[in-house]
């Protein structure tokens, strides 16, 4: 047994342990060389976060809790949202934007089976996955290169009687025309959720103000995975500034249950016992009624207390990404001529979370050839997610049908699915990492 004094001084020196754990066995210490792995994204952290995981862990309470709870309110402060909601995954924290939009107290605003979201083909699944689950009707439109998102041209077109919302990702940091969807929402009463999960940290400005993205829609989601720009491990989050939203997100997330009471805690209400709910009984116990078909999507307090961590060091995370993105650009302009390298979108400050490059059309390089030779050089190479959704197998038992519909063509976003690929920029990276990845892309077209 220790000689600790009191439950305090026990933690302290525990998490002094870590700390030497930390530097001992996982701070990294050897300098780059040429040839070493270079992941397309990574963990930064160090004993700080360790220390706050073995304190959430000492708590045991292994559910939401105390750092769950300081994390929403520093992440919304942060942000500039009212209200912010940790779930499980940057996927359920799309679910839960879309399915809050589907609750019967939205009125005529309420997305049913069968009603239409604006979106697009060229991205990743879990923006489109809920509405497809729901009975909703995903609305594809083309995207633009290379700012690699939605092509606001196209929005008139994609609009139908039937369509309620735009649901659409800031692409790799890189935002998307948030004035022209904002203004195009604004005109047809439609919902605006922004799916910021790679986007986390850019600013945008319309009329002289800046604010995060996920902040001018309705609804914003964060996803606090691995590879993104701050992490949990697993983890996401849902932000709003609508008070009638606030509600629905935390009662879907919550098992659809109507009692707002806090984890661990009854009768926050004070009307547990004696309200008339449904066709149940009068009285009948607040804490387990349900208003909602909902889930359980909480996140654990270990995951919260990592990110809160995270949160201190994010400001300097995303301006080593903006460095990290810069420097490659810099580096590659010289293959202009072969390659599309990405541009920031218009009155934005992105905070970006990789670097694409398009080969261009004509050019004679082929894209799997190209990056196959950077990878046989030990660095990490993804594609645009999927490319063009609708032409993978999980569209199969659905292509042709009435479950979903393209607004004109998908001819970008087909070039992205042939042509584009990324590398990352994670703030891990250093100066010879970044230079390093330069000459290997720059020979890979040469070569």
Same mark, same amino acid.
């Given at each position: 047994?220790?000689?600790?004094?009191?439950?305090?001084?026990?933690?302290?020196?525990?998490?002094?342990?870590?700390?030497?754990?930390?530097?001992?066995?996982?701070?990294?210490?050897?300098?780059?060389?040429?040839?070493?792995?270079?992941?397309?994204?990574?963990?930064?952290?160090?004993?700080?976060?360790?220390?706050?995981?073995?304190?959430?862990?000492?708590?045991?309470?292994?559910?939401?809790?105390?750092?769950?709870?300081?994390?929403?309110?520093?992440?919304?402060?942060? %942000?500039?949202?009212?209200?912010?909601?940790?779930?499980?995954?940057?996927?359920? =924290?799309?679910?839960?934007?879309?399915? =809050?939009?589907?609750?019967?107290? &939205?009125?005529?605003?309420? *997305?049913?089976?069968?009603?239409?979201?604006?979106?697009?083909?060229?991205?990743?699944?879990?923006?489109?996955?809920?509405?497809?689950?729901?009975?909703?009707?995903?609305?594809?439109?083309?995207?633009?290169?290379?700012?690699?998102?939605?092509?606001?041209?196209?929005?008139?077109?994609? &609009?139908?009687?039937?369509?309620?919302?735009?649901?659409?990702?800031?692409? @790799?940091?890189?935002?998307?025309?948030?004035?022209?969807?904002?203004?195009?929402?604004?005109?047809?009463?439609?919902?605006?959720?922004?799916?910021?999960?790679?986007?986390?940290?850019?600013?945008?400005?319309?009329?002289?103000?800046?604010? #995060?993205?996920?902040?001018?829609?309705?609804?914003?989601?964060?996803?606090?995975?691995?590879?993104?720009?701050?992490?949990?491990?697993?983890?996401?989050?849902?932000?709003?500034?609508?008070? @009638?939203?606030?509600?629905? %997100?935390?009662?879907?997330?919550?098992?659809?249950?109507?009692?707002?009471?806090?984890?661990?805690?009854?009768?926050?209400?004070?009307?547990?016992?004696?309200?008339?709910? $449904?066709?149940?009984?009068?009285? #009948?116990?607040?804490?387990?009624?349900?208003?909602?078909?909902?889930?359980?999507?909480?996140?654990?307090?270990?995951?919260?207390?990592?990110?809160?961590?995270? @949160?201190?060091?994010?400001?300097?995370?995303?301006?080593?990404?903006?460095?990290?993105?810069?420097?490659?650009?810099?580096?590659?302009?010289?293959?202009?001529?072969?390659? %599309?390298?990405?541009?920031?979108?218009?009155?934005?400050?992105?905070?970006?979370?990789?670097?694409? *490059?398009?080969?261009?059309? $004509?050019?004679?390089?082929?894209?799997?050839?190209?990056?196959?030779?950077?990878?046989?050089?030990?660095?990490?190479?993804?594609?645009?997610?999927?490319?063009?959704?609708?032409?993978?197998?999980?569209?199969?038992?659905?292509?042709?049908?009435?479950?979903?519909?393209?607004?004109?063509?998908?001819?970008?976003?087909?070039?992205?699915?042939?042509?584009?690929?990324?590398?990352?920029?994670?703030?891990?990276?250093?100066?010879?990492?970044?230079?390093?990845?330069?000459?290997? %892309? @720059?020979?890979?077209?040469?070569?």
């Amino acid at each position: 047994m220790g000689n600790w004094k009191n439950e305090s001084e026990a933690r302290e020196q525990i998490k002094a342990l870590v700390a030497d754990y930390y530097h001992d066995f996982k701070e990294k210490k050897e300098p780059f060389k040429e040839g070493d792995r270079i992941s397309y994204a990574s963990r930064v952290f160090d004993e700080k976060e360790m220390q706050a995981l073995t304190d959430a862990m000492l708590d045991f309470w292994l559910t939401t809790g105390r750092f769950a709870n300081t994390f929403e309110e520093e992440f919304a402060s942060w %942000i500039g949202a009212k209200y912010a909601h940790l779930v499980n995954s940057g996927s359920s =924290a799309n679910l839960i934007a879309f399915m =809050a939009l589907t609750a019967p107290e &939205l009125g005529d605003r309420q *997305i049913r089976p069968g009603d239409e979201v604006i979106t697009v083909a060229c991205g990743f699944p879990t923006t489109v996955t809920p509405i497809l689950n729901y009975g909703a009707v995903p609305v594809f439109v083309d995207v633009t290169i290379p700012q690699y998102n939605i092509d606001v041209t196209k929005l008139e077109g994609a &609009l139908s009687e039937k369509t309620k919302a735009v649901m659409i990702a800031h692409t @790799l940091g890189n935002p998307f025309d948030i004035k022209a969807v904002k203004s195009f929402c604004s005109a047809h009463n439609l919902w605006l959720v922004e799916d910021n999960c790679d986007a986390l940290g850019t600013k945008y400005t319309i009329d002289g103000v800046t604010k #995060y993205t996920g902040t001018w829609g309705d609804i914003g989601t964060s996803s606090f995975y691995p590879p993104h720009h701050m992490t949990m491990g697993e983890g996401g989050c849902v932000y709003t500034n609508n008070a @009638l939203l606030h509600r629905l %997100i935390l009662s879907f997330r919550d098992w659809g249950r109507d009692c707002i009471c806090p984890s661990g805690r009854d009768n926050f209400c004070g009307h547990r016992f004696d309200g008339q709910h $449904g066709e149940l009984p009068a009285g #009948y116990d607040h804490k387990y009624v349900y208003s909602h078909f909902g889930y359980n999507l909480k996140v654990t307090d270990m995951q919260a207390a990592v990110g809160c961590e995270q @949160l201190k060091k994010f400001p300097g995370f995303i301006e080593k990404r903006r460095h990290n993105w810069d420097r490659l650009r810099s580096a590659l302009e010289s293959a202009a001529d072969k390659l %599309i390298l990405p541009e920031p979108a218009e009155n934005s400050v992105p905070s970006w979370f990789g670097f694409l *490059i398009s080969v261009k059309p $004509g050019s004679g390089l082929e894209r799997n050839k190209i990056t196959r030779y950077i990878e046989d050089h030990n660095i990490q190479t993804r594609l645009l997610f999927s490319g063009n959704l609708i032409k993978h197998p999980c569209f199969d038992k659905i292509r042709g049908t009435n479950a979903y519909r393209v607004a004109g063509d998908l001819n970008n976003t087909d070039t992205v699915m042939n042509n584009t690929f990324w590398v990352g920029v994670y703030p891990g990276m250093t100066d010879e990492m970044i230079d390093y990845m330069a000459k290997i %892309i @720059l020979e890979a077209i040469r070569s």
